[in-house]
């Protein structure tokens, strides 16, 4: 567990601006960067875009859809952020990938899912870490595993973003999350629970994004 009370030396990161950069499917088509990237994975209705719009204050910066499997590319964004204390600022660029998990979608498109996230975590060298989210109200799911297990084999950096906290009540949600923890076999992988409905437990998320912007 990565929630302990934020030390006193840990800056406090605002994201202040943000971009729709291009969408893309093939390595050829991504976007040139020369800052730190994060993606966002997940199954379709985990809400993947939700957070990527409350961690920049942009509502409708990446679109969200009511229907499984709609979003078939790789979405890139720019973000610029501050660092008040410190009087600096930086960018880095957010990848949303395509939502994983409905049955609806065919078996071919399911393949094309798997080649293109597979091509992307192999060549995008921009790729700094992967923020896997997955809700906190139900068990390891084994799409989820696997999802792990290619980020894994690719010693690939990673979090779990544990959505929808303000379902369970607030004296449970430590246990749960660890609980959680454990069926992902995170070990010493941070999971960070959290809140669109109450805006709460992105800071955390936040700092962790920070310090590897800075590794």
């Not at 964004?77 to 008040?84: A, H, N, S, T």
């Not at 979608?105 to 091509?119: C, N």
Request: charged residues 25%; contains cysteine; aromatic residues 8%.
């Amino acid at each position: 567990m990565n929630q302990k009370s934020r030390p006193s030396s840990t800056p406090v990161i605002r994201l202040v601006e943000s971009f729709y950069v291009k969408s893309a499917v093939e390595p050829a088509d991504y976007p040139a960067s020369a800052y730190p990237e994060f993606a966002f994975a997940g199954k379709s209705n985990v809400g993947k875009s939700t957070l990527i719009n409350l961690l920049t204050n942009h509502h409708g910066l990446a679109k969200t859809s009511s229907t499984p499997g709609k979003t078939r590319l790789l979405n890139f964004f720019l973000v610029r952020y501050k660092v008040d204390e410190q009087e600096t600022q930086g960018f880095m660029q957010f990848t949303d990938l395509p939502g994983y998990g409905f049955a609806e979608v065919s078996l071919s498109e399911q393949e094309k899912w798997r080649k293109m996230v597979t091509k992307y975590l192999e060549q995008r060298s921009q790729l700094r870490s992967m923020i896997l989210l997955a809700d906190i109200r139900h068990p390891a799911d084994k799409k989820d595993l696997l999802m792990l297990e290619m980020l894994r084999l690719r010693k690939i950096d990673h979090c779990i973003v544990a959505t929808k906290s303000d379902k369970i009540p607030k004296t449970k949600i430590q246990k749960t999350a660890q609980v959680l923890a454990k069926d992902l076999g995170l070990g010493s992988v941070p999971i960070f629970p959290v809140s669109a409905l109450n805006n709460t437990g992105f800071e955390p998320l936040l700092e962790w994004m920070y310090q590897r912007c800075q590794a």
